[in-house]
């Protein structure tokens, strides 16, 4: 079992203990605490230090604390990353401000030169893998993970424990020279076929082919795009 499997099923476990009882193990309190006593004032200094120092400040940290993160990824301020020993971020890929990546159990894998615009949300714990030259929209969202109906079970979110809870997880693929529109959602399962499109405010639940350009909720290809020429930079 790799350290960051260790952690995530130690959080899970302590959040369990607390939606059923209202408390957490000694140990937890005192692990959390020190943790976030030590780290949260120097990661808070840093996570929203603009500019150009603010930049090379992160691509520093990040260096060390992420799976991986290529040469000239850039990572702007007030950025949420969470587990991020499972997250992967290519080479010259820009994560704009405020965005969300949440590996969770699972991993996020972003490839080179794609772009995350402001508030866009990735949540990994089903797997997602973003390849090469992806442009995400401000406001989208990737659900690798979702509450849902069925077995008798409550989709009212993680104040119940996991046994109370129908989880969806299902791993989410974009492929190359995808575009994902503004406040589009990209569900469980999906996988977003190279150089496809999806309008903004769409609801894609099912795979959409190659070149296509998808639109609506749910999302229903209705033209196709030209593929790319340009011979990939090196």
Partial sequence: MSAAESKSEARNRWRNEYVRTGRLPLSAIVRLGLRDALTQPFWMFFKFLGGTIGFKS?????????????????????????????VHIGRYTLVDKYVSLHAGTGSIRIGERCHFAPYAMVLGHGGVVIEDYVAIA?????????????????????????????????????????????????????????????????????????????????????????????????
């Fill in 58 to 86: 992160r691509q520093w940290l990040y260096q060390h604390s992420l799976a991986y993160q290529g040469k000239g990824a850039l990572i702007d301020i007030g950025v949420e990353i969470t587990n991020p020993q499972s």
């Fill in 138 to 234: 401000a406001g989208a969202r990737i659900f690798s993970i979702s509450d849902w109906p069925g077995k008798g079970k409550r989709v009212c979110g993680p104040m119940v424990p996991d046994e109370h809870r129908n989880l969806n997880r299902a791993a989410v693929t974009i492929k190359k020279d995808v575009f994902i529109g503004l406040n589009a959602v990209i569900l469980p399962g999906v996988t977003v076929g190279e150089g496809a499109v999806v309008g903004a405010n769409a609801v894609v639940s099912k795979d959409i082919e190659p070149w296509r350009i998808a639109v609506g909720a749910p999302a229903k290809p209705i033209a196709e795009r030209d593929p790319v020429t340009v011979p990939d930079l090196p």
